[in-house]
């Protein structure tokens, strides 16, 4: 497989080895692939839910969706994602609602270049 070819500041936008941590682990490759394009699929979804939430002022909801998208980037190894979505955590269980929408600004962008890495690394 490649190098990643999406970077933010120098870094990858995916760590491959998360992944390959994931299908060792299960001692399945097929499975962390399906994990992968899982995560894509739903990728959207969770930062709709997430931008909803935040405009709706709805802490709880915003909560469960941030711990969503914070643990399945982890283990699909989306770094920004995760880096974002425990910030934004920590925003909304401190309730401080105007950071946690500044932060939320990045996340399109930032799912935007989690996709493309992911396509890259499904497509090798």
């Known amino acids: 497989m490649t ?3 999406v970077t933010v ?3 990858p936008s995916l760590d491959r080895s998360a992944l390959g941590k994931l299908a060792s682990d299960m001692e399945d490759e097929s499975f962390a ?3 992968a ?3 894509q699929q739903l990728l959207e979804r969770r930062v709709s ?3 909803s939430a935040l405009e709706d002022a709805d802490l ?3 909560m469960d969706a941030l711990l969503s998208l914070k643990v399945s980037s982890t283990t699909a190894g ?3 994602l995760a880096t974002l979505a425990t910030g934004m955590e920590a925003d909304v269980r401190t309730m401080d609602l105007g950071s946690a929408r500044r932060r939320c600004d990045s996340l399109r962008d930032a799912a935007a270049r989690a996709d493309r890495a992911l396509t890259a690394y499904l497509r090798d």
Do not use: N, S, V
């Open 49 to 51: 839910r997430i931008e």
């Open 3 to 5: 190098d990643d070819p």
């Open 37 to 39: 394009r899982r995560y």
């Open 9 to 11: 500041a120098g870094e």
């Open 60 to 62: 709880d909801r915003a």
């Open 78 to 80: 989306t770094r920004e």
């Open 33 to 35: 692939l399906a994990f």
